[in-house]
């Protein structure tokens, strides 16, 4: 049995949804990591994010994805071989408060599960809080409208 | 704080007995048992067609001095056993009456000494890697899913007891199967966790129920035996 889907990613679809993933479910973009050590430090993360739910997709080059969380290698300095460490960060500005509050900016290797677990908990939470306040004003919004 | 199988233990002896005199489980009901005890008949009619050898007062003192008598009362008394071992085989595996007469508490102790004997291996099979982590996540779910115990992704990683990186590949396969499922946190609904699936904890107690039953007739049979 295996974690991965197809060939070195971890992608199950070619498209790239706009914001959220096809089922609504909290986005993780992969940038750049194929073929590299990262991708194989990745793994977990990737798996646990599948587990909890999350809808993961590699993003084509040069697109920012608009996902709840991404992944991409470190650069590395000159000369310097690849170890495989992560960056992760959101391009939520409130999200990215998470990812910076439990100091997994860049990833440690081996990659703690339970941090891991514990980040993409409190995204998926304020995520869908934040969902459910923008849903709750656009209803205000409408009802309003409509009586008016 | 995360609550293991072993935190439980406590928690086990307290409340087991309580527990213990619960009624079982909704089952299905007994199933009817028409099919056995006609079979039963069948070999009780087979036992009375056995017709003595002539020359013999009774049934228990035969007269074996006929070759052909002899072979014939083996060959019948042969196929009568064939047929008992059959139908007993038969009566331990019907997992709904096994589970309808055992209680959850008991199906559950069952479940959690297998998860225990799982790890006394390591202690005393040094150095072999048995593995079969997908039981050990199954056997752990089952108990967290019966002290209404909430399971991480990392609790269960430790459960697994391999590397963790293959433990989240059969947790995110057995979820993607639905042998595990996503729960939401009785206390923050916001936040998951992972359950066993509704089918496969009754799946999980009928086989502790039929192991129960089964383990009884084994030592009932070396009991028999050494007696």
New interface residues.
Partial sequence: MSGRTQGAGWTTGTGWPRGRGATGAPLLALHGLAGTAAETAAEPLVLIAQILGWQVRAAPPGVTAAAQLCLAPLPLAPGEQDRGTLLAWSPDSNLNEHVSRLNVSVLDQPICIHRVEQLLQALAQQRQAARGAGAAAAGCGCEHGAKG | MMRTIADDTDDLAAAGDARRRAPPLGFDAAPDHGADVAAFGQLAAGLAAVTPPAGTRDFGTPDFGNPDQAASIARQVADMAQGLAALADRLVGEGTVNAAQTAEADCIAFLEAQFRIRRLRARHLVGLSLGEPAWDILLDLAVAHFWRRET???SL?IAADVP??TA??????M?REGLIV?RPCLR?G???F?AIAPDTYHAMLALAADALRAADKVRQRYQRSAA
């Fill in positions: 991480s992704v990392t990683c963790s990186t989240l590949r059969w947790i995110n396969s979820t996503r923050d916001r936040r998951s992972l």
